[in-house]
């Protein structure tokens, strides 16, 4: 946990920007896996860690506006509790360690709630994303649970992302343990990448890494010698030589701040020249739009220089072709790279993606392309010094897409299909990596993670 004064200054800079009413911030309960006292790890909501800090389950807190108050809603522990979970601190103990001073049972919050819509007071909340939350929200608020989300308060969620997408000192510097969690999860995975292993026992070597260091892994590893298939979950097959393993995992620290990072090697460790010339290309597109982060930039523009780059690297290989600005304009590269450059990663890794990802990612000046590829990029606004987000372009050949759109003659003036033919074994790469926007630029955040032929080759020359 941080200091109190972090969670007290976040929460005052929140009542700045809202005029009037009550924030409610759920904290989540339990979760059941398979029954009601088997539960899934437990994972505070991001929104009331950022707030109220408190990493337990069944509290609820709420800001109220108008009367400059704080009050954190939960039970104190009783004699059964502490049979099964130790002695535990006070409700009053706990929240007055993220300086809140109002404590109250949990059954409380209704009584408040109640009295709140009684005088006509405004309940500011945002999306919920689980059922117990839906439920909770129904009950307090006597809205229908299908209707839950359309009471939602657009002023609570900007305010959120304008603040939760500027990362403090405190958080950078826990976003770098979480980079430096991957760098050994990434190194050990390169090691372990040899023909004969099956891909769970090096996905699962890396949870094992992520765990022993903080929390769970970030998000449900991606890890594949069918890189071709962008979120592959699929953990079941045997590693074989001329193969390339995609490998995109991240860590939580103790704090919850997430990394996110790709790697791409060769299976049995040396690139063989296909895959070299690919591979060349996606890291030409990494660290071209790395460099040419700043504050003020759109990350549109960098998605459409990561874009560029690729279209020139695969004319060069005869696989596209015609003028690249022209290619790049009408969307031909996206059979290629059919996914956004990237996105903002703090407390989630896709941070605040559940508050809608077009108050997160666009504003009025940069909205939302509809064009397939660039549609699908998260994040397109300008940056600001203290964005952390994610650096991540790729190539894959996946034969559906190459199929349907040869059938269709898409593009025939900038795709050359016969060449592209060759490729359908291929599968994917990608590289990405974790980027601070600074006051005059950027700095790529953690321990370097290898990633230029050389550096792979070199780590892998040691295999586990
Ligand atoms: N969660 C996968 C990615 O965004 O990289
Ligand atoms: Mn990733
Ligand atoms: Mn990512």
Redesign the pocket.
Known sequence: MFDASVYTDRRNRLRNELKSGIVLLPGNPEAAYNYPANTYHFRQDSNFLYFFGLDHPDLNGIMDIDNDKDYIFGNDVDLDDIIWMGPQPLMSERAAKVGVQHTAPAKDLFEFVKEAKAKGRKIHFVPPYRGETYMLLEELLGIPFADVRNHVSVELIKAIVKLRCVKDQFEIAEIEKAVDIAYEMHTTAMRMAMPGRIEREISGTMEGISLSRGNPVS?PI?LSIHGETL?NHFHGNTLVEGRMMVA?AGAETTMHYAS?I?RTVPVGGKFNQRQKDIYEIVLEANMKTIEATKPGIPNRDLHLLAASVIATGLKNLGLMKGNVDDAVKEGAHAMFFPHGLG?MMGLD??DLEGLGENYVGYDEEIQRSKQFGTAFLRLGRRHQPGFVF?I?PGIYFIPALIDQWRNEKKFMDFINYDKVEAFKDFGGVRI?DDILVTDTGYRVLGKPIPKTVAEVEAVMANPL
Request: charged share 35%; no cysteine.
């Open positions: 998000f991606i979120h995109d996110d790709t996105h890794v896709h994610t991540e990405e």
